[in-house]
Nanobody, 115 residues
């Protein structure tokens, strides 16, 4: 599975961004896709995931502000981020969880939220 993420950038606090992650390769092996982030000096953390059945899960810190969705026809998962805060600044990574506990990662896209 190959993942190509895009959509990061610089935005003011309160603004919005949408991240996209296009998957290719062994698409049928994917059970869930999602987004993680890693801020400078911190560990990578889960932001949001969506399963192949459409179930979603969010970190408490983004609930009500971020929405994860997927377009199966395009093999793409999205992360709509609204009401962004400076503490959302991080490198965001797309993840695909596949069968046999295999994990695949995109290249990361930087999101910077200015105060």
């Amino acid at each position: 599975v190959q993942l190509q993420a895009s959509g990061g950038g610089l935005v003011q606090a309160g603004g919005s961004l949408r991240l996209s992650c296009a998957a290719s390769g062994s698409i049928l092996s994917i059970n869930a896709m999602g987004w993680y982030r890693q801020a400078l000096g911190k560990q990578r953390e889960l932001v949001a995931i969506i399963t192949s059945g459409g179930s979603t899960n969010y970190a408490d810190s983004v609930k009500g502000r971020f929405t994860v969705s997927r377009d199966n026809a395009k093999n793409t998962v999205y992360l709509q981020m609204n009401s962004l805060k400076p503490e959302d600044t991080a490198v965001y990574y797309c993840n695909a969880a596949a069968v046999r506990s295999r994990n695949f990662w995109g290249q990361g896209t930087l999101v910077t939220v200015s105060s």
